[in-house]
């Protein structure tokens, strides 16, 4: 059972337990005690630690916004010029075009005034309207042939201050099909705006050129501007401006147009305090295009976008502050309330009321710990009641094992005693049954050693010793009496003279036969009534035995019931114990529930993260959209969108720290639940013992039970055998009282033998086979005359085990 506990501490259910616990360590080790102490200094500081987070998070998207609306801005300035460059570009080649078309046409080629007049009249009409003015020179003649403007027909070329007249054949027009532009716009005197020239000599007549003055005004007003006070000027390669408004501010960066200019490709941007200008080079001359606008209107986007995110921030501190207020007031109080009744639970006072009218968070958490509280109440009825029950059968177990331990230590010294006094008695009844089995074959020589400290069995010896002695002597006086009968048989057969002497020995003969007889007739009588008593004494012995066989079987059977009670005991400890576990395991699986609402906790908070992320990338195309006048829609997703993303966050963390709570409770829940069954398991544990020493006992009590019965049968076996000795005796003393009454008979006949010889012959001849009769049964006995010399008693053991054990009746 042990083992199994050791087991569910390490499923290994845990290397995320380790990792929880090391986090936990560095937490304590870093936070102070009075801010983990108090839900409250957490909640103030999570709240003041958000507010920060939202500080820098908006001030880092402040920086982030405000770059990127710069970075737009920019982008849109210089995309602004290079089209404008673009722009001019196109009109300058379509102005080439133009140019170069009517320079070829063969109606101004030798014609007069007139037909080129009607010629040029006619082409401009069917030109754009930024065509101003076409002009046909005669530069042999030095004056305008004809021009579609009547104030300069006829006009020499030295009385109109325009650049087109001081164009020189072969230098600045090399070719039928050259182009010559001024070099910058100008005023024309009969025309209010800037204008710039074109001409090109008129194919198959090299005295004259075409000229055609075009407007670029029309272009540049026609160009997209960005803002208000844009303005976009021209420039040349070296500086001059082709183009300008007189409004125009700001100074170009000579180096910048010079080699935009020189490569006709690529754009510029720079910052000069204030304001901000673009460059872009024209592809076809060495034109830059240059847009200056002021930074307060390039950047107003990015200042707009700044100053709403700042707003956004401080209004979602301020909402924040605001919610963290009226958030604590309805939940760090309530769980400031929960936490002093959870102490008070904690304090062993489960009469606290838990009941709400709350139905979110806290109300469910008042709830469960109210559940909880019923549940650990019954727990602990429970395992008190298990704990008095295992209590009881311990000092039950204890009592059986004191019992069984009083009647084991009774019955080991009464077996000790029985078994030295059985074994005192078995050696002694070995040497005199060997003795009596020695005496029985004959051998009346051997006698008992009698060094016993039985007091009876040492007495039966002496007695059985002396008896021997005596029935030596009577056997060997009746051996010698019987040889003496025979030999006096036969004298007297062979002489009849002598009988009458023979017949007065004969009858004081058989009169001490008589007597002796009688004597042997007389101890055979004691010897048989000590057996008697032996047998009795044995009987005794035998009794008592089968008491103590009594006695060892009521100390197995009372060992078995001891040994019965403890394993009862045991089995209702296992019971409480897996009633334990059962309580620990229904307390891991809610601690599996609440890891499990952690992972939700965690999608929700992932979920916060990337909403808030979806709230800035609005808040970005908002910006992007205000000059769409999109705005609005964007900001009002993006603030629900960052509304949502605080309030899933907050939810997320509230959820969470409440889980933490029930998670410690369930762990304190789990730990008096171990203890208890900790307790169960010493409990077990200690009675164990008791069990394995009843078992003992019980085997012990098995063992003396047996011996006894084994020494009670020896003890039968012995009553059994001197039952025997006692009949064999009975039959001893039969026989000497038929010799006595023989001998009575040979002493009447002795008497009367005077009378007839014949009678004496015949009671002679009786007395002979009488004799040899008598000789026939004495010859069993050994006696110390017929070995001549006398056996010590210490030779009797070897001379018993020679002889058979049986007796002959």
Known sequence: MTGQSSESKTNPESAPASETSGLTQLSQAIVPSIIRESYRAKFVI????????????????????????????????????????????????????????????????????????AHVIETQAKLPVDVRAIHIVDMNGGEILTSTNGELRSQSLSSVDEPWTDIEPGVDLTAANDV??????????????????FASPIEGDEARIAVV????????????????????????????????????????????????????????????????????ATADNDWVAVTTVPGEQAFAASNAVGWTVLSIVGTGLVTLVVGGFFLARHTVTPLKDLRNRAERMENNDLTVDLSTDRVDEVGRLYRAFDEMRDTLQAQITEAKSAQEEAETAQEEAETAQQEAEEAREAAEAERERMADVMAELQRAADQYSRTMRTAADGDLTVRATVDTDNEQMREIGEEFNAMLEELETTVS???????????????????????????EQVADSVQEISDATEQQNERLQTVETEMSDLSASTEEIASTASQVVGVAEQTVESSQRGREAAEEAIEEMSEVETEAERAVETIQSLEDEVEQIDELIDAISDVADQTNLLALNASIEATRAGADGEADGFDMVAQEIKELSADAKEAAGEIETRIETIREKTDESVAVVEGTS???????????????????ITDYAEDTNHGVREISEATDDQAASTEQVVTALDDVASRSEESAAEAGNVSAAAEEQTASLTDVTQSVTALAERASDLSEMLDRFDTANDRGDELRYDETDAVAEQRSPSLER
């Open 477 to 503: 006086r009746v051996k010698q009496f019987a040889d003496d009968v025979s030999t006096e048989s036969s004298d007297v057969k062979a002489s009849s003279t002598e009988v009458q002497r023979a017949s």
């Open 46 to 117: 999570s709240i003041l630690l958000i507010v920060v987070v939202l500080s820098v998070v908006g001030g880092i998207g402040y920086v982030d916004a405000e770059r990127t609306v710069e970075n737009d801005a920019e982008q849109q300035l210089t995309a602004t010029v290079e089209m404008h460059a673009d722009s001019i570009n196109e009109w300058t080649i379509a102005m080439e075009s133009h140019t170069r078309s009517l320079s070829s046409a063969t109606a101004l080629s030798g014609t007069d005034a007139e037909t080129a007049e």
């Open 180 to 197: 010559w532009s001024s070099p910058t716009a100008y005023r024309a005197g009969t025309f209010d705006d800037q204008v710039i020239s």
């Open 678 to 696: 900790d307790k169960v398991e010493q409990g077990t544990e200690a009675v164990e013992p008791a069990v394995e020493s009843l078992e003992e």
């Open 213 to 280: 003055v075009g407007t670029i005004e029309y272009r540049v007003d026609g160009l997209r501007q960005l803002h208000e006070d844009q303005e976009t000027m021209i420039l040349n390669t070296d500086g001059d401006t082709v183009l300008a408004s007189d409004e125009l501010g700001g100074n170009p960066d000579e180096e910048v147009v010079e080699a935009l200019g020189g490569v006709r490709d690529g754009t510029a941007f720079e910052r000069d305090g204030d304001l901000v200008t673009a460059y872009a």
